[in-house]
């Protein structure tokens, strides 16, 4: 049977993990977070994975408040740099595979293309930087999987869609970026693309090719596209504003594009993608 270690359980994608693994029988999942397993302890993290000696480890667990990590550059490279070296030390040189969770802040947006992994990465921000630092950690393991992924929402945890639709719901307009362009990632699909890979993997249906991967829902859209799709869902009569980035306060710079080419995953794994837009109906449809 194999063992499946997640970190970071309490989180979106944790959380999304958690529910699919219900269509997974014959693992054992280990679902763990920081008061279970944290691992900027390097001692913690050594102990507990030589203790249940997982087959693959899913690292869920980030420092994901963009702006905070301006002023907390250490405690950013510390949960998303430092902590994946304290894995990777502890399963270098075995057969355990590592799927570890990156991001679309890692690329500059200086692009007018579809980022794909062989672009040179060039974060503009304290979060990004610690994101590409955990990559580094990360392909220190010759079994590792980086999935970077963006804007990512769910029915759990802090997210976009739930805050445009708290504040749609309290008041009668908001303003919202519309100069930076990408696509929201619902964690549901990222949880079961990464649960295919997996099962795949142990069924001996698919290889795991180690290395960096791009994961985000089909389309394109602006920040302001995705609130206004999602106040006209939520039939909410707020009034959705579009406004450049200079003139919205936001303390750490974000890529103006970061749309991510994701051939490689499909072609890797044979994976079908949901369009954003069809995805944000079934999130809803759970939060209402």
């Given at each position: 049977?194999?063992?499946?270690?997640i970190t970071g359980a309490k989180g979106q994608l944790?959380?999304?993990?958690?529910?699919?693994?219900?269509?997974?029988?014959?693992?054992?999942?280990?679902?763990?977070?920081?008061?279970?397993?944290?691992?900027?302890?390097?001692?913690?993290?050594?102990?507990?994975?030589?203790?249940?000696?997982?087959?693959?480890?899913?690292?869920?667990?980030?420092?994901?408040?963009?702006?905070?990590?301006?002023?907390?550059?250490?405690?950013?490279?510390?949960?998303?740099?430092?902590?994946?070296?304290?894995?990777?030390?502890?399963?270098?040189?075995?057969?355990?595979?590592?799927?570890?969770?990156?991001?679309?802040?890692?690329?500059?947006?200086?692009?007018?293309?579809?980022?794909?992994?062989?672009?040179?990465?060039?974060?503009?921000?304290?979060?990004?930087?610690?994101?590409?630092?955990?990559?580094?950690?990360?392909?220190?393991?010759?079994?590792?999987?980086?999935?970077?992924?963006?804007?990512?929402?769910?029915?759990?945890?802090?997210?976009?869609?739930?805050?445009?639709?708290?504040?749609?719901?309290?008041?009668?307009?908001?303003?919202?970026?519309?100069?930076?362009?990408?696509?929201?990632?619902?964690?549901?699909?990222?949880?079961?693309?990464?649960?295919?890979?997996?099962?795949?993997?142990?069924?001996?249906?698919?290889?795991?090719?180690?290395?960096?991967?791009?994961?985000?829902?089909?389309?394109?859209?602006?920040?302001?596209?995705?609130?206004?799709?999602?106040?006209?869902?939520?039939?909410?009569?707020?009034?959705?504003?579009?406004?450049?980035?200079?003139?919205?306060?936001?303390?750490?710079?974000?890529?103006?594009?970061?749309?991510?080419?994701?051939?490689?995953?499909?072609?890797?794994?044979?994976?079908s993608i949901p369009y954003w837009r069809t995805s944000?109906l079934k999130c809803m449809k759970l939060l209402k």
């Open positions: 049977m194999a063992i499946i270690l944790g959380n999304e993990l958690k529910v699919v693994s219900k269509n997974f029988y014959g693992y054992d999942f280990i679902f763990t977070d920081i008061d279970i397993l944290d691992i900027t302890s390097q001692d913690q993290t050594s102990e507990f994975i030589k203790k249940v000696n997982p087959d693959w480890i899913i690292n869920c667990a980030a420092y994901n408040l963009v702006d905070k990590a301006e002023t907390e550059p250490d405690q950013a490279l510390l949960i998303n740099g430092k902590a994946v070296k304290n894995i990777t030390e502890v399963i270098r040189g075995s057969e355990c595979k590592f799927i570890h969770l990156s991001s679309d802040y890692v690329y500059d947006g200086k692009s007018n293309v579809p980022y794909n992994e062989n672009i040179q990465a060039n974060p503009l921000s304290a979060y990004g930087r610690s994101k590409l630092e955990g990559e580094k950690y990360a392909l220190l393991h010759q079994g590792s999987m980086i999935i970077r992924t963006s804007w990512l929402y769910s029915s759990f945890g802090n997210n976009f869609v739930k805050t445009i639709l708290r504040h749609a719901s309290e008041s009668g307009s908001l303003k919202v970026v519309f100069d930076q362009t990408g696509t929201p990632t619902y964690a549901a699909d990222l949880a079961e693309a990464i649960m295919s890979i997996v099962s795949g993997v142990i069924r001996n249906q698919i290889a795991l090719n180690s290395g960096i991967y791009n994961y985000s829902n089909e389309g394109v859209c602006t920040w302001y596209d995705f609130a206004s799709e999602i106040v006209k869902e939520a039939g909410l009569t707020c009034n959705v504003l579009p406004v450049l980035t200079k003139d919205y306060k936001q303390t750490a710079q974000r890529p103006a594009y970061s749309v991510m080419d994701k051939s490689k995953i499909k072609d890797n794994y044979g994976l944000l």
